[in-house]
């Protein structure tokens, strides 16, 4: 199992700014994914996190959007960018082994006013 | 398109009576399914899996079942508790490895 913190938690942010959020994970891990969850949907994949190369984005995502970091084994960030209402979602960080159970951190909680 | 559906957004049953959530799916290739718990400012947690190779799973009060040729999964938790109250995904591994999430579904289980 892995235990993975996530900040902010929740944030209300203006349309047209930006917020960054934060994933840590207690251990090594080589990938770590973002996921969104959007109002009454389902959790979708933004992109897959990989340590020492650029992200892997899913259909209907972008880097320009999303940008992603992932310095290190234990750490990435996803930024939400240039936010708009339609942004307003909760955004979870996801680790494990693709194909196998995965643990999701708490969430982040967006709402674009 | 949707290629993970739980049809039921809600579900509400008495305490000690059989909670069955539902799912199904579009993709024959698929051949393995995951259920996950999700309480309310918390990230989704893994519950129980099926490979299918099987057509049933049993983890205590949890047991998921598969029907293949329907493309359809079901977890029945017995007896259900008040804190089994949370939305429920269903997730189907893609070929590529991906995890594919139902819409979730939401049970109540009144006291």
């Known amino acids: 199992s892995a235990v993975i913190s996530q900040k902010p938690s929740r944030d209300i942010c203006q349309r047209g700014t930006s917020l960054t959020i934060q994933c840590q994970v207690d251990s090594q891990v080589t990938m770590m994914f973002w996921y969104r969850q959007q109002p009454g949907q389902s959790l979708t994949l933004i992109a897959t996190a990989n340590q020492g190369s650029e992200a892997t984005y899913e259909s209907g995502f972008v880097i320009d959007k999303f940008p992603i970091s992932r310095p290190n084994l234990t750490f990435s960030t996803l930024t939400v960018s240039n936010m708009s209402p339609e942004d307003s979602s909760i955004y979870l960080c996801?680790?494990?082994?693709?194909?196998?159970?995965?643990?999701f951190g708490q969430g982040t909680r967006l709402t674009v006013v | 398109d949707q290629q993970v559906k739980q049809n039921s957004p809600s579900l509400s049953v008495q305490e000690g009576r059989i909670s069955i959530l539902n799912c199904d799916y579009t993709?024959?290739?698929?051949?393995?399914f995951l259920w996950y718990k999700k309480y309310p400012a918390e990230g989704p947690t893994f519950l129980i899996s099926i490979s299918s190779i099987k057509d049933k799973n049993e983890d205590g009060r949890f047991t998921v079942f598969l029907n293949k040729s329907a493309k359809h999964l079901s977890l029945h938790i017995v007896p259900s508790q008040p804190g089994d109250s949370a939305v429920y995904f269903c997730a189907a591994v893609s070929n590529t490895g991906k995890l594919i999430f139902g819409q979730g579904t939401t049970l109540q289980v009144k006291p």
């Open positions: 996801s680790v494990g082994n693709r194909g196998t159970e995965a643990f």
């Open positions: 993709n024959s290739m698929f051949d393995y």
